[in-house]
């Protein structure tokens, strides 16, 4: 069963800080993987997306890698600001399957002054 | 800039009674979706679809059904609701080619009494 993994699920860190979230996945044919955002009670934005033939992607203080074969990615933000705080997705899109994303059940972030 | 709108941001209704959930995207979209999310437990894909009146279930279907006449809307029904259907419901829309991304509606957060 293909299946999406996010460690830890919550976490909670200074201002200043910077972190990494994990994500791993069952099955390394995918087409891609991607980070969204979501903020309380609102849908989800997208922040990095990174095709499978791509180890990284950068956006700002954000950086996600990707490592198919041992199944992971993670989500490296560089300086984090109570901005920051929200919840974070890693949903994968595994191969032929129409295009749908498996989604982890997320990394509650908070940043506190 | 893609836009996919939800006709409800929260809807309250009673159990028994039939619910539609309507999502409109303006990006000619071939594929669409239907996640409901709850805590914990991440996005799950309950219905999606891959052209007009085309339709596959997702993970988790009962109790749902869904109707796609027009390519830009794609509707949610709840032929009998129940309370355990009390969840945040989000649509998606994306391309048919591997490797895009998909593009999220604001969700619908329904109650169910």
């Known amino acids: 069963k293909q299946e999406v993994t996010q460690i830890p699920a919550a976490l909670s860190v200074p201002e200043g800080e910077n972190l990494v979230l994990n994500c791993s996945f069952t099955d390394s044919a995918i087409y891609n993987l991607q980070w969204f955002r979501q903020d309380p009670g609102k849908g989800l934005t997208s922040l990095l997306l990174?095709?499978?033939?791509?180890r990284e992607q950068t956006s700002g203080r954000l950086n996600a890698s990707l490592d198919k074969s041992s199944g992971r990615s993670t989500l490296y933000i560089a300086a984090s600001q109570p901005g920051d705080s929200a919840t974070y997705l890693c949903?994968?899109?595994?191969?032929?399957?129409?295009?749908?994303?498996?989604f982890g059940a997320g990394t509650r972030l908070a940043v506190h002054p | 800039d893609v836009k996919v709108t939800q006709s409800s941001r929260y809807l309250v209704k009673r159990t028994g009674e039939k619910v539609f959930l309507e999502c409109v995207q303006d990006?000619?979209?071939?594929?669409m979706f239907w996640y409901r999310q709850d805590p914990g437990l991440g996005l799950r894909l309950i219905y999606f679809?891959?052209?007009?009146?085309?339709?596959e279930k997702g993970d988790i279907p009962e109790g749902y059904s869904v109707s796609r006449e027009k390519k830009e809307r794609f509707s949610l029904i709840l032929e009998s609701a129940s309370t355990n259907q009390t969840s945040m419901y989000l649509c998606a829309s994306g391309t048919s080619g591997g490797g895009d991304t998909q593009y999220f509606g604001p969700g619908t957060r329904l109650t169910v009494l």
């Open positions: 990006m000619d979209h071939e594929n």
């Open positions: 679809s891959y052209d007009v009146k085309m339709k």
């Open positions: 990174i095709q499978s033939s791509q």
């Open positions: 949903a994968v899109m595994f191969s032929g399957g129409y295009n749908k994303l498996i």
